[in-house]
């Protein structure tokens, strides 16, 4: 059964263009951060924001998205995926959005108060992700 020919009744899962997607998310909240390190795949949650169409989220210095997301070349990227979603258990529905594209430390200014890390601590570092896709998808019972 594809997306499109799901009877009445039955889950259905369709895809989101690209402003369906940033407008779910532009909200902000927790998001989850996926990139490949030494050691292989990783997956972290982080509190974001969006600003100017781009994901934006704090770190700790010396901490796995600080050494990691280095390249070590200037203007080279490293490549990451990110991914937000909203399940509701109970009617089985949802949605979930993946913006991919480069990390970048951000060193001049950024709005501070942007982002409220949960963890707390001295989280001083910056990360914006500049999307190169953004992708998205629902489901739900029609």
């Not at 993946?98 to 890390?117: M, P, W």
């Amino acid at each position: 059964m594809t997306e499109d020919t799901a009877p009445a009744g039955m889950p259905r899962l369709t895809k989101l263009d690209h402003e369906e997607c940033l407008r779910l998310i532009s909200p902000g909240g927790v998001g989850r951060v996926a990139f490949n390190n030494p050691a292989g795949p990783v997956v972290l949650p982080v509190n974001y924001t969006i600003e100017q169409g781009a994901v934006l989220f704090r770190t700790a210095l010396g901490g796995p998205m600080d050494s990691d997301l280095r390249t070590g070349i200037e203007g080279a990227d490293f490549m990451v995926a990110f991914e937000v979603d909203h399940i509701d258990e109970s009617t089985r529905e949802g949605w979930s959005v993946l913006v991919r594209g480069g990390a970048h430390h951000i060193t001049g200014d950024v709005n501070k108060s942007a982002v409220e890390s949960w963890p707390g601590g001295d989280r001083p570092l910056y990360i914006r992700i500049s999307p190169n896709e953004v992708s998205g998808r629902r489901i739900q019972h029609m």
